[in-house]
């Protein structure tokens, strides 16, 4: 039976589509390198003239370039990356009629690092003219994923658990406000004010927990619930303004005051610029929750309801309190992004978070933590954040605008979905 498998069309099919997919893709790596050593200007130009002269190819590139008003190296950059999507279509395909040479393509984690690769080449097709090369581009892009990441860490936990959390981009706001007003207006230590606001990120956390787990509300309603009181609260402590160093004194005019420390070492960059003190503090909380997701016992109940609640709770899973703890996590970690999130923009914008629990959802379902509870992992998240992390910085670099990207988000989670439901 195995040499069957290893010698039938499928795993043939399989064994081309791999070929293609990798060939295109070291061309692309090639492009790149070269586009980065030279310049993109100076590729462009020499790529038009090798192939100019080429009968045929160079006047449908020709046609091309000036049918979509794009560079020659962009255009030829598109050929070989709907290659690779065509070979790995091949090879994805063929994987599941035969058990050989792709079926990897299959796995969760497989999927997610494809799905990564994608998206870098992506950046690498279009380019912004070589914006992508640099290194700050990079590291810029971590820097902005890492709020989505510390939302999508506890997205994951009550994701697996079987529920849903609407109400992370709610609780960063109410969080952003709440620590900027400590900080800026009332001169709050840092060891006050930290505290305070993880605390009230844990009780909006536990509040939802407990109206899902202990009243047996759905958790989209309960969040849903959460979402707008959060919003709400977090405009009327701020007065429906941004929280800002501009501080209002009692006769009406205004003073400026210097940033908090805590703000600027939060904002700051180690090993000499190259890495945010936010991303690092994402990846502590990261490797934080893998632990209790992993290694602790909490976590083996919290795969358990996930997969069957009843027959977790006929095993003696405590289920009410296990589903509580993954909603306060999920709510301290919204309240260290909200935290991070002012420290970024200098100020607490009660308008801020507005669509970052979709972003979240997103990362997750890339990721291949499945929206039905009981499979998934942090691993899996942080590719997923890395995925969209890089998405959007690669649509910020060409301007697409907020309204299309979105769009996108949109798309990207019911193709997600769409993909696990065809897996099994």
């Given at each position: 039976m195995p040499n069957q498998n290893q010698n039938s069309p499928g795993s043939a099919r399989a064994k081309v589509g791999l070929a293609v997919f990798l060939v295109s893709l070291l061309i692309l790596i090639v492009l790149f390198a070269a586009e980065v050593w030279v310049g993109f200007g100076d590729l462009d130009q020499r790529m038009q003239k090798a192939i100019s002269g080429l009968p045929?190819?160079?006047?449908?590139?020709?046609?091309?370039?000036?049918?979509?008003?794009?560079?020659?190296?962009?255009?030829?950059?598109?050929?070989?990356?709907?290659g690779a999507i065509i070979g790995l279509a091949i090879a994805a395909r063929a994987g599941r009629e035969a058990r050989g040479v792709a079926s990897w393509l299959n796995l969760p984690v497989c999927r997610a690092i494809l799905a990564?690769?994608?998206?870098?080449?992506?950046?690498?097709?279009?380019?912004?003219?070589g914006a992508f090369g640099i290194i700050g581009t990079h590291r810029d892009a971590l820097r902005q994923a890492s709020v989505f990441g510390l939302l999508a860490c506890g997205m994951t936990l009550v994701i697996i658990g079987g529920g849903i959390d609407l109400g992370v981009g709610s609780v960063l706001a109410l969080v952003s406000v709440t620590f900027s007003l400590m900080s800026i207006h009332w001169g709050w230590q840092p060891w006050v004010s930290v505290p305070v606001c993880l605390l009230l990120g844990a009780m909006c956390g536990g509040l939802a927990g407990t109206i899902t787990a202990g009243f047996r509300i759905?958790?989209?309603?309960?969040?849903?619930?959460?979402?707008?009181?959060?919003?709400?609260?977090?405009?009327?402590?701020?007065?429906?303004t941004?929280?800002?160093?501009?501080?209002?004194?009692?006769?009406?005019?205004?003073?400026?005051?210097?940033?908090?420390?805590?703000?600027?070492f939060i904002d700051s960059r180690i090993l000499d610029g190259n890495l945010s003190v936010v991303t690092v503090i994402f990846i502590v909380c990261a490797v934080l929750t893998w632990i209790l997701l992993a290694r602790h016992r909490w976590g083996t109940h919290l795969y358990a309801i996930g997969g069957n609640e009843e027959a977790a709770r006929l095993s003696g899973v405590p289920v009410t309190s296990t589903k509580i703890l993954s909603y306060v996590a999920s709510g301290l970690l919204a309240g260290v992004a909200g935290m991070c999130q002012a420290a970024q923009e200098q100020q607490g914008d009660p308008e801020t978070g507005t669509g970052y629990e979709l972003t979240a959802i997103a990362i997750v379902v890339i990721g291949g933590t499945t929206l039905t509870g009981g499979?998934?992992?942090?691993?899996?998240?942080?590719?997923?954040?890395?995925?969209?992390?890089?998405?959007?910085k690669i649509l910020s670099i060409n301007a697409v605008p907020e309204a299309s990207r979105l769009m996108l988000t949109g798309v990207i989670i019911v193709a997600a979905v769409l993909a696990q439901r065809r897996k099994r």
């Amino acid at each position: 039976m195995p040499n069957q498998n290893q010698n039938s069309p499928g795993s043939a099919r399989a064994k081309v589509g791999l070929a293609v997919f990798l060939v295109s893709l070291l061309i692309l790596i090639v492009l790149f390198a070269a586009e980065v050593w030279v310049g993109f200007g100076d590729l462009d130009q020499r790529m038009q003239k090798a192939i100019s002269g080429l009968p045929g190819i160079g006047s449908m590139l020709g046609l091309a370039v000036n049918f979509f008003h794009c560079h020659a190296l962009t255009a030829i950059k598109v050929v070989f990356y709907v290659g690779a999507i065509i070979g790995l279509a091949i090879a994805a395909r063929a994987g599941r009629e035969a058990r050989g040479v792709a079926s990897w393509l299959n796995l969760p984690v497989c999927r997610a690092i494809l799905a990564l690769v994608l998206v870098f080449l992506l950046g690498v097709v279009f380019s912004a003219e070589g914006a992508f090369g640099i290194i700050g581009t990079h590291r810029d892009a971590l820097r902005q994923a890492s709020v989505f990441g510390l939302l999508a860490c506890g997205m994951t936990l009550v994701i697996i658990g079987g529920g849903i959390d609407l109400g992370v981009g709610s609780v960063l706001a109410l969080v952003s406000v709440t620590f900027s007003l400590m900080s800026i207006h009332w001169g709050w230590q840092p060891w006050v004010s930290v505290p305070v606001c993880l605390l009230l990120g844990a009780m909006c956390g536990g509040l939802a927990g407990t109206i899902t787990a202990g009243f047996r509300i759905q958790p989209f309603v309960a969040t849903l619930a959460m979402m707008v009181f959060a919003r709400g609260l977090a405009k009327t402590i701020s007065g429906g303004t941004k929280v800002s160093t501009a501080v209002k004194n009692p006769d009406g005019t205004f003073r400026y005051v210097d940033v908090p420390a805590v703000f600027r070492f939060i904002d700051s960059r180690i090993l000499d610029g190259n890495l945010s003190v936010v991303t690092v503090i994402f990846i502590v909380c990261a490797v934080l929750t893998w632990i209790l997701l992993a290694r602790h016992r909490w976590g083996t109940h919290l795969y358990a309801i996930g997969g069957n609640e009843e027959a977790a709770r006929l095993s003696g899973v405590p289920v009410t309190s296990t589903k509580i703890l993954s909603y306060v996590a999920s709510g301290l970690l919204a309240g260290v992004a909200g935290m991070c999130q002012a420290a970024q923009e200098q100020q607490g914008d009660p308008e801020t978070g507005t669509g970052y629990e979709l972003t979240a959802i997103a990362i997750v379902v890339i990721g291949g933590t499945t929206l039905t509870g009981g499979r998934g992992g942090i691993g899996l998240t942080l590719l997923g954040t890395l995925t969209i992390g890089y998405l959007e910085k690669i649509l910020s670099i060409n301007a697409v605008p907020e309204a299309s990207r979105l769009m996108l988000t949109g798309v990207i989670i019911v193709a997600a979905v769409l993909a696990q439901r065809r897996k099994r």
